[in-house]
């Protein structure tokens, strides 16, 4: 935000490059568990948490560009949080940057 009011907390999460395409991990930023993975190229990161029954989608994997929860095999736009032709909430997705020294996830204050 313009006015200063966005107090996001970039935390460093993984070393940089150690992320292949097509991987998902669970990681844990500021206390928070985060699920982050790379799909066709891109990085992101979404709260670890399937909106459904809670499963971690840090255990789940990517096919077609698309996040599968481990639990019952929902498919998530990864970049988004929304689920593919459905209607379940969205999950909140968070800022993500691969830097020289590492890939940092960026978090709201609880």
Sequence with gaps: MADGSDKRVWCKILDAGSLQDNEVRSVVCGGRPVCVLRAEGRLAALDDACPHQGAPLGDG????????????AWAFDPFTGTLSGGTMPEIATHPIEEREDGIYVALPPK
């Design 61 to 72: 994997w990517v096919e077609e560009g698309l996040l599968i929860c481990p639990r019952h």
